[in-house]
């Protein structure tokens, strides 16, 4: 099993960027699949989950900012993050879980497997 993000960088309050992830090893079509973020010194969030037919959620705090994508037959996802703030720095997480819950706000992160993770920095 492998999940390998991509993408991340140092960019400016304001910017955008693009995260993606690449899987294998299990069936990915099966599925949720979402990304979760952890900065130092915080509690993970979860961010974005995207149902095996194709139901999405955001959390509050990245809905209208962010937009996660999934491709099955390349087995991809991917995360648009625009509008990038200094709170949004953190190590940011690909994930595939079995379903997508939503509590007070965020996405349960519940994963099975999950990536090594992305580092995305955010200066002001």
């Known amino acids: 099993v492998q999940l390998v993000e991509s993408g991340g960088d140092l960019v400016h309050t304001g910017e955008s960027l693009r995260l993606s992830c690449a899987a294998s090893?299990?069936?990915?079509?099966?599925?949720?699949i979402g990304w979760f973020r952890q900065a130092p010194g915080k509690l993970r969030e979860g961010l974005t989950c995207?149902?095996?037919?194709?139901?999405?959620y955001y959390a509050d705090a990245v809905k209208g900012r962010f937009t996660m994508s999934r491709d099955n037959a390349k087995r991809t996802m991917s995360l648009q993050m625009n509008n990038l703030k200094p709170d949004d720095a953190a190590v940011y997480y690909c994930a595939a879980q079995p379903g997508c819950t939503m509590v007070a706000g965020w996405i349960v992160i519940g994963y099975d497997h999950r990536g090594q993770g992305t580092q995305v920095t955010v200066s002001s």
């Open positions: 090893g299990f069936s990915f079509d099966d599925y949720a």
């Open positions: 995207i149902t095996s037919d194709g139901t999405t």
